[in-house]
Protein backbone atom coordinates (compact mmCIF):
# COMPACT_ATOMS: atom_id res chain seq x y z
CA UNK A 1 0.00 0.00 0.00
CA UNK A 2 1.18 3.30 -0.76
CA UNK A 3 2.11 6.26 1.76
CA UNK A 4 -1.22 8.18 1.43
CA UNK A 5 -3.35 4.87 1.74
CA UNK A 6 -1.28 4.40 4.84
CA UNK A 7 -1.50 7.44 6.39
CA UNK A 8 -5.44 7.84 5.06
CA UNK A 9 -5.89 4.12 7.06
CA UNK A 10 -3.97 5.08 10.60
CA UNK A 11 -6.22 7.84 10.82
CA UNK A 12 -9.38 6.16 10.02
CA UNK A 13 -8.32 3.29 12.63
CA UNK A 14 -7.67 5.29 15.38
CA UNK A 15 -11.02 7.54 15.52
CA UNK A 16 -13.39 5.52 14.57
CA UNK A 17 -15.54 3.00 16.53
CA UNK A 18 -16.77 0.77 13.16
CA UNK A 19 -15.20 -1.93 11.13
CA UNK A 20 -12.65 -0.39 9.18
CA UNK A 21 -10.52 -2.65 6.97
CA UNK A 22 -8.59 -2.15 3.62
CA UNK A 23 -9.20 -5.65 1.37
CA UNK A 24 -6.61 -5.80 -1.52
CA UNK A 25 -8.03 -6.79 -4.51
CA UNK A 26 -4.89 -8.38 -6.76
CA UNK A 27 -4.25 -10.83 -3.40
CA UNK A 28 -8.08 -11.01 -2.37
CA UNK A 29 -7.35 -10.60 1.14
CA UNK A 30 -7.53 -7.60 3.74
CA UNK A 31 -4.45 -6.65 4.80
CA UNK A 32 -5.39 -4.61 7.86
CA UNK A 33 -8.52 -4.20 10.15
CA UNK A 34 -8.82 -1.87 13.10
CA UNK A 35 -9.31 -3.16 16.80
CA UNK A 36 -12.94 -2.01 16.86
CA UNK A 37 -13.87 -3.73 13.58
CA UNK A 38 -12.13 -6.86 15.47
CA UNK A 39 -14.28 -6.82 18.21
CA UNK A 40 -17.37 -5.85 16.35
CA UNK A 41 -16.88 -9.75 13.97
CA UNK A 42 -16.04 -11.51 17.77
CA UNK A 43 -11.89 -12.23 16.54
CA UNK A 44 -9.84 -12.20 19.42
CA UNK A 45 -6.98 -9.87 17.50
CA UNK A 46 -6.18 -8.45 14.10
CA UNK A 47 -3.94 -11.85 13.62
CA UNK A 48 -6.88 -13.83 13.78
CA UNK A 49 -8.75 -12.00 11.52
CA UNK A 50 -6.35 -11.71 8.57
CA UNK A 51 -5.53 -15.17 8.93
CA UNK A 52 -8.99 -16.17 8.57
CA UNK A 53 -8.87 -15.66 4.97
CA UNK A 54 -12.48 -17.12 4.17
CA UNK A 55 -14.12 -14.96 2.02
CA UNK A 56 -17.05 -15.65 3.92
CA UNK A 57 -15.61 -14.46 6.58
CA UNK A 58 -13.86 -11.65 5.56
CA UNK A 59 -16.65 -9.82 4.47
CA UNK A 60 -20.46 -10.03 6.32
CA UNK A 61 -22.12 -10.28 2.84
CA UNK A 62 -19.95 -11.74 0.04
CA UNK A 63 -20.57 -13.53 -3.02
CA UNK A 64 -21.08 -16.95 -3.19
CA UNK A 65 -18.59 -18.14 -6.06
CA UNK A 66 -15.88 -16.56 -7.20
CA UNK A 67 -17.72 -15.83 -10.45
CA UNK A 68 -19.72 -13.59 -9.00
CA UNK A 69 -16.84 -12.56 -6.80
CA UNK A 70 -14.94 -11.28 -9.65
CA UNK A 71 -17.74 -9.41 -11.06
CA UNK A 72 -18.62 -8.19 -7.67
CA UNK A 73 -15.19 -6.54 -7.78
CA UNK A 74 -15.44 -5.44 -11.01
CA UNK A 75 -18.43 -3.51 -10.35
CA UNK A 76 -17.20 -1.44 -7.18
CA UNK A 77 -13.96 -0.89 -9.34
CA UNK A 78 -16.42 0.82 -12.42
CA UNK A 79 -18.40 2.30 -9.57
CA UNK A 80 -16.26 3.55 -7.05
CA UNK A 81 -18.24 2.77 -4.30
CA UNK A 82 -20.92 0.07 -2.95
CA UNK A 83 -23.22 0.72 0.27
CA UNK A 84 -25.86 -2.31 1.80
CA UNK A 85 -27.87 -3.19 4.94
CA UNK A 86 -28.00 -6.26 5.94
CA UNK A 87 -28.51 -8.78 9.06
CA UNK A 88 -24.79 -10.14 9.48
CA UNK A 89 -23.26 -12.81 11.61
CA UNK A 90 -20.16 -12.68 14.14
CA UNK A 91 -17.71 -15.15 14.42
CA UNK A 92 -19.84 -16.71 17.33
CA UNK A 93 -22.66 -17.23 15.01
CA UNK A 94 -24.58 -14.41 17.05
CA UNK A 95 -26.51 -11.73 14.80
CA UNK A 96 -26.60 -7.76 14.38
CA UNK A 97 -27.51 -5.27 12.12
CA UNK A 98 -25.28 -3.30 9.92
CA UNK A 99 -24.46 -0.83 6.92
CA UNK A 100 -21.57 -2.08 5.14
CA UNK A 101 -19.66 0.73 2.57
CA UNK A 102 -17.18 -0.50 0.03
CA UNK A 103 -14.94 2.11 -1.33
CA UNK A 104 -12.56 2.58 -4.25
CA UNK A 105 -8.88 3.74 -3.41
CA UNK A 106 -6.54 3.94 -6.27
CA UNK A 107 -2.98 4.60 -6.60
CA UNK A 108 -0.37 4.30 -9.41
CA UNK A 109 0.70 1.20 -8.80
CA UNK A 110 -2.03 -0.55 -6.97
CA UNK A 111 -5.97 -0.86 -6.03
CA UNK A 112 -7.75 -1.53 -2.60
CA UNK A 113 -11.29 -1.56 -0.98
CA UNK A 114 -11.72 0.29 2.28
CA UNK A 115 -14.54 -1.48 3.98
CA UNK A 116 -16.84 0.37 6.44
CA UNK A 117 -19.21 -2.02 8.36
CA UNK A 118 -21.53 0.06 11.06
CA UNK A 119 -22.85 -1.59 13.49
CA UNK A 120 -26.81 -0.71 13.33
CA UNK A 121 -28.02 -2.82 16.05
CA UNK A 122 -29.64 -0.37 18.15
CA UNK A 123 -31.09 1.80 15.51
CA UNK A 124 -32.93 -1.12 14.54
CA UNK A 125 -33.95 -2.04 18.40
CA UNK A 126 -35.04 1.70 18.18
CA UNK A 127 -37.44 1.62 15.11
CA UNK A 128 -39.06 -1.51 16.27
CA UNK A 129 -39.69 -0.09 19.49
CA UNK A 130 -41.06 2.98 18.13
CA UNK A 131 -43.15 0.86 15.66
CA UNK A 132 -44.45 -0.96 18.98
CA UNK A 133 -45.69 2.16 20.08
CA UNK A 134 -47.54 3.38 17.30
CA UNK A 135 -49.07 -0.02 17.51
CA UNK A 136 -50.15 0.48 20.76
CA UNK A 137 -50.63 3.93 20.62
CA UNK A 138 -53.53 3.04 17.21
CA UNK A 139 -55.12 -0.21 19.43
CA UNK A 140 -55.94 1.91 22.54
CA UNK A 141 -57.48 5.02 20.89
CA UNK A 142 -59.11 3.11 18.25
CA UNK A 143 -60.99 0.17 20.26
CA UNK A 144 -61.23 2.87 23.23
CA UNK A 145 -64.33 2.56 25.30
CA UNK A 146 -65.33 5.70 25.18
CA UNK A 147 -65.17 9.08 22.93
CA UNK A 148 -62.05 10.52 21.81
CA UNK A 149 -61.35 13.32 19.51
CA UNK A 150 -58.46 15.37 19.02
CA UNK A 151 -58.43 18.99 17.66
CA UNK A 152 -55.72 21.41 16.96
CA UNK A 153 -55.36 24.89 18.25
CA UNK A 154 -57.44 26.28 15.69
CA UNK A 155 -59.63 23.82 16.80
CA UNK A 156 -60.15 21.98 13.24
CA UNK A 157 -60.84 18.55 13.97
CA UNK A 158 -57.51 16.39 13.42
CA UNK A 159 -58.36 12.86 14.95
CA UNK A 160 -61.58 10.53 15.77
CA UNK A 161 -61.77 7.39 17.03
CA UNK A 162 -64.64 4.93 16.39
CA UNK A 163 -66.94 5.04 18.89
CA UNK A 164 -66.86 9.25 18.52
CA UNK A 165 -68.04 8.23 15.14
CA UNK A 166 -70.72 6.15 16.20
CA UNK A 167 -71.73 8.80 19.52
CA UNK A 168 -71.99 11.98 16.85
CA UNK A 169 -72.89 9.88 13.79
CA UNK A 170 -70.57 10.75 11.43
CA UNK A 171 -69.75 8.00 8.79
CA UNK A 172 -65.81 7.38 8.30
CA UNK A 173 -63.73 10.80 7.96
CA UNK A 174 -66.21 12.84 7.52
CA UNK A 175 -65.27 14.85 10.67
CA UNK A 176 -61.71 15.27 9.79
CA UNK A 177 -61.02 18.86 8.96
CA UNK A 178 -64.39 20.11 10.58
CA UNK A 179 -64.31 22.60 13.66
CA UNK A 180 -65.01 21.18 17.08
CA UNK A 181 -67.94 23.82 17.08
CA UNK A 182 -70.23 21.56 15.25
CA UNK A 183 -70.47 18.98 17.86
CA UNK A 184 -71.47 21.82 20.32
CA UNK A 185 -75.54 22.81 20.95
CA UNK A 186 -75.97 25.84 18.41
CA UNK A 187 -76.65 27.80 21.08
CA UNK A 188 -73.33 27.50 22.90
CA UNK A 189 -71.23 27.03 19.94
CA UNK A 190 -69.99 30.93 20.32
CA UNK A 191 -69.12 30.35 23.74
CA UNK A 192 -67.21 27.72 23.10
CA UNK A 193 -64.78 29.43 20.75
CA UNK A 194 -64.18 31.60 23.78
CA UNK A 195 -63.81 28.84 26.25
CA UNK A 196 -61.49 26.98 23.42
CA UNK A 197 -59.00 30.25 23.11
CA UNK A 198 -58.70 30.07 26.83
CA UNK A 199 -57.69 26.57 27.02
CA UNK A 200 -55.26 27.32 24.41
CA UNK A 201 -54.15 30.11 26.28
CA UNK A 202 -53.41 28.22 29.44
CA UNK A 203 -53.85 24.44 28.70
CA UNK A 204 -54.81 22.17 31.31
CA UNK A 205 -55.81 18.30 32.02
CA UNK A 206 -59.25 18.77 33.56
CA UNK A 207 -63.00 18.14 33.35
CA UNK A 208 -65.11 19.92 31.28
CA UNK A 209 -68.87 21.99 33.28
CA UNK A 210 -68.32 22.43 36.75
CA UNK A 211 -71.54 22.41 38.34
CA UNK A 212 -73.43 22.01 35.40
CA UNK A 213 -74.63 20.00 32.74
CA UNK A 214 -72.89 19.44 29.53
CA UNK A 215 -74.77 18.27 26.19
CA UNK A 216 -73.48 17.57 22.38
CA UNK A 217 -74.89 17.53 18.85
CA UNK A 218 -74.94 14.76 16.69
CA UNK A 219 -75.10 15.11 12.96
CA UNK A 220 -78.43 15.20 12.67
CA UNK A 221 -78.84 17.77 15.04
CA UNK A 222 -79.63 15.72 18.21
CA UNK A 223 -78.57 16.89 21.28
CA UNK A 224 -77.85 14.05 24.29
CA UNK A 225 -75.74 14.85 27.71
CA UNK A 226 -72.14 14.03 28.33
CA UNK A 227 -69.18 14.16 29.92
CA UNK A 228 -66.05 15.75 29.12
CA UNK A 229 -62.68 15.25 29.84
CA UNK A 230 -59.90 17.59 28.56
CA UNK A 231 -55.84 16.83 27.98
CA UNK A 232 -53.63 18.06 25.46
CA UNK A 233 -49.95 17.14 23.59
CA UNK A 234 -47.65 19.56 21.95
CA UNK A 235 -45.74 18.06 18.28
CA UNK A 236 -43.09 20.66 18.22
CA UNK A 237 -44.62 23.95 18.98
CA UNK A 238 -47.89 23.14 17.80
CA UNK A 239 -51.02 22.38 20.30
CA UNK A 240 -53.65 19.48 20.12
CA UNK A 241 -56.59 19.64 22.47
CA UNK A 242 -58.02 15.67 23.44
CA UNK A 243 -61.45 15.45 24.49
CA UNK A 244 -62.86 12.39 26.35
CA UNK A 245 -66.39 12.24 25.60
CA UNK A 246 -69.30 9.60 27.51
CA UNK A 247 -72.71 9.46 26.39
CA UNK A 248 -74.51 9.23 29.64
CA UNK A 249 -77.95 9.40 28.49
CA UNK A 250 -78.63 5.90 30.58
CA UNK A 251 -76.80 7.56 33.64
CA UNK A 252 -78.83 10.60 33.89
CA UNK A 253 -82.31 8.23 33.13
CA UNK A 254 -81.12 6.27 36.41
CA UNK A 255 -80.75 9.30 38.09
CA UNK A 256 -84.21 10.74 37.67
CA UNK A 257 -85.65 7.44 38.64
CA UNK A 258 -82.99 7.49 41.78
CA UNK A 259 -84.31 10.76 42.72
CA UNK A 260 -88.17 9.50 42.12
CA UNK A 261 -87.73 6.61 44.36
CA UNK A 262 -86.23 8.53 46.88
CA UNK A 263 -89.20 11.29 46.82
CA UNK A 264 -91.31 8.64 46.80
CA UNK A 265 -89.66 6.95 50.05
CA UNK A 266 -89.30 10.63 51.96
CA UNK A 267 -93.50 10.83 51.31
CA UNK A 268 -93.69 7.46 53.33
CA UNK A 269 -91.53 8.71 55.64
CA UNK A 270 -93.34 11.89 56.05
CA UNK A 271 -96.62 10.02 56.71
CA UNK A 272 -95.05 7.56 58.77
CA UNK A 273 -94.11 10.62 60.90
CA UNK A 274 -97.04 12.55 60.73
CA UNK A 275 -99.06 9.68 62.20
CA UNK A 276 -96.42 8.54 65.31
CA UNK A 277 -97.04 12.58 65.65
CA UNK A 278 -100.77 12.55 65.57
CA UNK A 279 -100.78 8.85 67.98
CA UNK A 280 -98.68 10.99 70.69
CA UNK A 281 -101.23 14.04 70.69
CA UNK A 282 -104.32 11.17 70.88
CA UNK A 283 -102.32 9.65 73.80
CA UNK A 284 -101.77 12.90 75.26
CA UNK A 285 -105.03 14.16 75.49
CA UNK A 286 -106.23 10.87 77.30
CA UNK A 287 -103.46 11.28 79.71
CA UNK A 288 -105.33 15.08 80.15
CA UNK A 289 -108.84 13.50 80.76
CA UNK A 290 -107.59 9.98 82.85
CA UNK A 291 -105.20 11.07 84.96
CA UNK A 292 -105.91 8.00 87.07
CA UNK A 293 -104.52 5.66 84.20
CA UNK A 294 -101.36 8.19 84.37
CA UNK A 295 -99.18 5.13 84.21
CA UNK A 296 -100.59 2.97 81.82
CA UNK A 297 -100.78 5.68 79.42
CA UNK A 298 -97.53 6.74 80.23
CA UNK A 299 -95.91 3.49 79.47
CA UNK A 300 -98.14 2.96 75.93
CA UNK A 301 -97.11 6.68 74.96
CA UNK A 302 -93.50 5.59 75.57
CA UNK A 303 -94.00 2.25 73.29
CA UNK A 304 -95.81 4.04 70.74
CA UNK A 305 -92.57 7.03 71.01
CA UNK A 306 -89.92 3.87 70.50
CA UNK A 307 -92.63 2.11 67.84
CA UNK A 308 -92.00 5.66 66.06
CA UNK A 309 -88.56 5.14 66.54
CA UNK A 310 -88.09 2.14 64.92
CA UNK A 311 -90.00 2.82 62.24
CA UNK A 312 -88.16 5.75 61.59
CA UNK A 313 -84.98 3.84 61.60
CA UNK A 314 -86.87 0.82 59.30
CA UNK A 315 -87.65 3.53 56.56
CA UNK A 316 -83.96 5.17 57.26
CA UNK A 317 -82.50 2.02 56.94
CA UNK A 318 -84.85 0.39 53.98
CA UNK A 319 -84.13 3.60 51.61
CA UNK A 320 -80.40 3.00 52.07
CA UNK A 321 -80.16 -0.74 51.73
CA UNK A 322 -83.24 -0.82 48.93
CA UNK A 323 -81.48 2.25 47.08
CA UNK A 324 -78.02 0.42 46.28
CA UNK A 325 -78.83 -2.89 44.80
CA UNK A 326 -82.07 -0.97 43.07
CA UNK A 327 -79.59 1.32 41.67
CA UNK A 328 -77.20 -1.48 40.73
CA UNK A 329 -80.21 -3.05 38.79
CA UNK A 330 -81.13 0.20 36.89
CA UNK A 331 -77.66 0.63 35.77
CA UNK A 332 -76.71 -2.57 34.85
CA UNK A 333 -79.83 -2.91 32.93
CA UNK A 334 -79.01 0.05 31.27
CA UNK A 335 -75.50 -0.92 30.11
CA UNK A 336 -77.39 -4.24 29.14
CA UNK A 337 -78.94 -2.50 25.94
CA UNK A 338 -75.16 -0.67 25.00
CA UNK A 339 -74.35 -4.96 24.21
CA UNK A 340 -76.65 -5.52 21.72
CA UNK A 341 -74.12 -8.03 19.37
CA UNK A 342 -73.62 -11.24 20.06
CA UNK A 343 -70.08 -11.04 20.34
CA UNK A 344 -70.83 -9.44 23.64
CA UNK A 345 -72.27 -11.61 25.35
CA UNK A 346 -69.31 -12.25 28.19
CA UNK A 347 -70.27 -8.07 29.04
CA UNK A 348 -74.28 -8.73 29.33
CA UNK A 349 -73.36 -11.64 31.73
CA UNK A 350 -71.75 -9.74 33.92
CA UNK A 351 -74.19 -7.63 34.30
CA UNK A 352 -77.12 -9.83 34.34
CA UNK A 353 -75.04 -11.21 37.20
CA UNK A 354 -74.66 -7.90 38.90
CA UNK A 355 -78.34 -7.75 38.50
CA UNK A 356 -79.24 -11.45 39.91
CA UNK A 357 -76.69 -10.38 43.09
CA UNK A 358 -78.74 -7.03 43.58
CA UNK A 359 -82.04 -9.72 43.86
CA UNK A 360 -80.08 -12.02 45.86
CA UNK A 361 -78.81 -9.44 48.40
CA UNK A 362 -82.67 -7.44 48.52
CA UNK A 363 -84.42 -11.33 49.13
CA UNK A 364 -81.90 -11.93 51.91
CA UNK A 365 -82.92 -8.62 53.74
CA UNK A 366 -86.63 -8.99 53.00
CA UNK A 367 -85.97 -12.92 54.50
CA UNK A 368 -84.36 -10.88 57.57
CA UNK A 369 -87.80 -8.51 57.65
CA UNK A 370 -89.94 -11.44 57.74
CA UNK A 371 -87.51 -14.01 60.31
CA UNK A 372 -88.21 -11.27 62.70
CA UNK A 373 -91.82 -10.87 62.22
CA UNK A 374 -92.14 -14.49 62.71
CA UNK A 375 -90.04 -14.40 66.20
CA UNK A 376 -91.86 -12.05 67.39
CA UNK A 377 -95.67 -14.09 66.48
CA UNK A 378 -93.75 -16.97 67.92
CA UNK A 379 -94.58 -19.02 64.67
CA UNK A 380 -90.43 -20.26 64.80
CA UNK A 381 -89.44 -23.07 67.41
CA UNK A 382 -86.39 -25.18 67.54
CA UNK A 383 -86.86 -28.79 66.63
CA UNK A 384 -84.18 -30.78 67.22
CA UNK A 385 -82.76 -34.13 65.21
CA UNK A 386 -79.24 -35.73 65.05
CA UNK A 387 -77.04 -33.82 63.50
CA UNK A 388 -73.73 -34.29 62.04
CA UNK A 389 -71.84 -30.83 63.13
CA UNK A 390 -69.08 -31.68 60.93
CA UNK A 391 -70.50 -31.69 57.71
CA UNK A 392 -73.01 -29.04 58.79
CA UNK A 393 -70.15 -26.23 58.97
CA UNK A 394 -68.70 -27.60 56.03
CA UNK A 395 -71.26 -27.00 53.74
CA UNK A 396 -72.57 -23.77 54.99
CA UNK A 397 -68.52 -22.72 55.16
CA UNK A 398 -68.71 -23.93 50.92
CA UNK A 399 -72.14 -22.10 50.50
CA UNK A 400 -70.29 -18.86 51.69
CA UNK A 401 -67.33 -18.90 49.48
CA UNK A 402 -68.71 -16.66 46.58
CA UNK A 403 -69.15 -13.58 48.97
CA UNK A 404 -65.41 -13.89 50.37
CA UNK A 405 -63.60 -10.58 49.23
CA UNK A 406 -60.36 -11.02 47.44
CA UNK A 407 -57.67 -13.33 49.11
CA UNK A 408 -60.07 -13.88 52.38
CA UNK A 409 -60.37 -17.49 53.46
CA UNK A 410 -62.59 -19.48 56.61
CA UNK A 411 -60.49 -21.41 58.35
CA UNK A 412 -62.14 -24.09 60.62
CA UNK A 413 -61.14 -26.34 63.52
CA UNK A 414 -64.17 -28.80 64.75
CA UNK A 415 -62.50 -30.54 67.94
CA UNK A 416 -64.95 -33.70 67.54
CA UNK A 417 -66.73 -35.89 65.52
CA UNK A 418 -70.00 -37.16 66.98
CA UNK A 419 -73.45 -36.44 66.05
CA UNK A 420 -75.00 -34.08 68.38
CA UNK A 421 -79.38 -32.83 68.86
CA UNK A 422 -79.53 -29.37 67.30
CA UNK A 423 -82.13 -27.43 65.13
CA UNK A 424 -79.75 -27.40 61.56
CA UNK A 425 -82.01 -25.11 60.13
CA UNK A 426 -81.80 -22.37 62.69
CA UNK A 427 -78.13 -23.61 63.83
CA UNK A 428 -76.97 -22.47 60.01
CA UNK A 429 -78.96 -19.61 59.67
CA UNK A 430 -77.11 -18.57 62.72
CA UNK A 431 -73.83 -19.28 61.45
CA UNK A 432 -74.35 -17.98 58.14
CA UNK A 433 -75.09 -14.54 59.66
CA UNK A 434 -71.95 -14.50 61.71
CA UNK A 435 -69.90 -15.52 59.41
CA UNK A 436 -71.24 -13.13 56.59
CA UNK A 437 -70.88 -10.08 59.28
CA UNK A 438 -67.08 -11.16 59.69
CA UNK A 439 -66.22 -11.50 56.21
CA UNK A 440 -68.14 -8.35 56.02
CA UNK A 441 -66.43 -5.98 58.31
CA UNK A 442 -63.08 -8.00 57.38
CA UNK A 443 -60.42 -6.39 55.13
CA UNK A 444 -58.93 -8.33 52.14
CA UNK A 445 -56.69 -11.28 52.52
CA UNK A 446 -57.96 -11.60 56.13
CA UNK A 447 -58.71 -15.08 57.50
CA UNK A 448 -62.30 -15.86 59.38
CA UNK A 449 -61.28 -18.47 62.13
CA UNK A 450 -64.71 -20.74 63.18
CA UNK A 451 -63.63 -23.17 66.41
CA UNK A 452 -66.00 -25.89 67.71
CA UNK A 453 -65.16 -27.47 71.16
CA UNK A 454 -67.40 -29.72 73.57
CA UNK A 455 -67.42 -29.29 77.12
CA UNK A 456 -68.42 -30.69 80.43
CA UNK A 457 -71.54 -28.71 80.07
CA UNK A 458 -72.75 -28.15 76.59
CA UNK A 459 -71.12 -27.08 72.78
CA UNK A 460 -69.17 -23.99 72.51
CA UNK A 461 -69.03 -22.28 68.46
CA UNK A 462 -66.64 -19.16 67.88
CA UNK A 463 -66.69 -17.50 65.22
CA UNK A 464 -63.46 -14.83 64.95
CA UNK A 465 -62.23 -12.38 62.35
CA UNK A 466 -59.77 -9.51 62.32
CA UNK A 467 -62.00 -6.74 61.63
CA UNK A 468 -62.61 -3.54 62.03
CA UNK A 469 -63.98 -4.54 65.32
CA UNK A 470 -66.52 -2.66 67.17
CA UNK A 471 -66.71 -0.16 70.49
CA UNK A 472 -67.10 -0.92 73.93
CA UNK A 473 -69.91 1.33 73.86
CA UNK A 474 -71.82 0.10 70.95
CA UNK A 475 -71.42 -3.51 72.09
CA UNK A 476 -74.10 -2.70 74.70
CA UNK A 477 -76.64 -2.11 71.95
CA UNK A 478 -75.36 -5.02 68.83
CA UNK A 479 -78.32 -7.48 69.96
CA UNK A 480 -81.22 -5.07 69.47
CA UNK A 481 -82.80 -4.18 66.23
CA UNK A 482 -82.11 -2.10 63.74
CA UNK A 483 -78.72 -1.22 65.90
CA UNK A 484 -75.58 0.02 63.89
CA UNK A 485 -72.28 0.47 65.14
CA UNK A 486 -71.33 3.78 64.37
CA UNK A 487 -67.93 3.00 62.62
CA UNK A 488 -70.10 1.02 60.07
CA UNK A 489 -72.75 3.31 59.09
CA UNK A 490 -70.74 3.55 55.25
CA UNK A 491 -71.02 -0.58 55.02
CA UNK A 492 -74.51 -1.64 53.78
CA UNK A 493 -76.47 -3.51 56.63
CA UNK A 494 -80.09 -4.03 58.43
CA UNK A 495 -78.68 -3.92 61.91
CA UNK A 496 -81.05 -6.99 62.35
CA UNK A 497 -78.59 -9.91 62.16
CA UNK A 498 -77.10 -10.26 65.83
CA UNK A 499 -80.85 -9.61 67.37
CA UNK A 500 -82.32 -12.52 64.41
CA UNK A 501 -79.13 -14.86 65.87
CA UNK A 502 -79.94 -13.95 69.42
CA UNK A 503 -83.70 -14.47 69.28
CA UNK A 504 -82.77 -17.82 67.51
CA UNK A 505 -79.79 -18.53 70.15
CA UNK A 506 -82.55 -18.95 72.79
CA UNK A 507 -84.95 -20.61 71.27
CA UNK A 508 -82.53 -23.20 70.79
CA UNK A 509 -81.33 -22.84 74.37
CA UNK A 510 -78.02 -21.55 74.16
CA UNK A 511 -76.14 -18.51 74.76
CA UNK A 512 -74.64 -16.05 73.05
CA UNK A 513 -71.55 -13.86 74.24
CA UNK A 514 -69.37 -11.32 72.07
CA UNK A 515 -66.06 -9.65 72.79
CA UNK A 516 -64.16 -7.43 70.12
CA UNK A 517 -61.46 -4.60 69.73
CA UNK A 518 -61.66 -1.79 67.58
CA UNK A 519 -59.25 -2.24 64.80
CA UNK A 520 -58.52 -5.70 66.39
CA UNK A 521 -61.22 -7.95 65.88
CA UNK A 522 -64.55 -9.80 66.66
CA UNK A 523 -65.17 -13.05 68.61
CA UNK A 524 -68.44 -14.30 68.84
CA UNK A 525 -69.28 -17.30 70.52
CA UNK A 526 -71.92 -19.42 71.26
CA UNK A 527 -72.98 -21.99 73.65
CA UNK A 528 -75.41 -24.77 73.20
CA UNK A 529 -76.44 -27.56 75.42
CA UNK A 530 -74.97 -30.91 74.33
CA UNK A 531 -76.47 -34.25 74.59
CA UNK A 532 -75.60 -37.41 72.37
CA UNK A 533 -79.29 -38.73 72.65
CA UNK A 534 -80.46 -41.82 71.05
CA UNK A 535 -82.30 -41.77 67.87
CA UNK A 536 -85.57 -42.86 70.02
Given at each position: MNQPATILADLLFEQSDDFIGIYDTEKERFTRVNQAGVRMLGFASEQLFLANQDWSKALPTPPQTTEQRTAFIQKIRQIGQHEQEAELSRQDGTQFWGRLVITLINDDTASCFLVRLTNQGRLHQAEHKLMQSVQQYEAVFTNATIGIIV???????????????RLFNYPADELLGLPIEVLVPTNVSHYHEHLRQSFNADPKVRAMGHNRDLNARRKDGSVFPVEVSLSYFRLDTELYAVAYIIDITFK??????LLAHRDRIERLNADLEQKVTDRTHALMNTLEQLEQSKNELSKALTAERELGELKSRFVSMASHEFRTPLTTVLTSAALIEKYPGSDQQDKRQKHLQRIRSSVNHLNDILEEFLSVGRIEEGKIDAHPVQVDLNKLILETVADMQGILKTGQMVDYQIDFLDHVWLDPSLFRKILVNLLSNAIKYSSLNAVVMIRCERTNTGLTVSVIDQGIGI??????HLFERFFRARNVTNIPGTGLGLHIVARYIDLMGGTVTLQSELNQGTTVTLTLPYENHPLD
Open positions: SDHLGQIVSVNELAKKEAERQSAEDQE
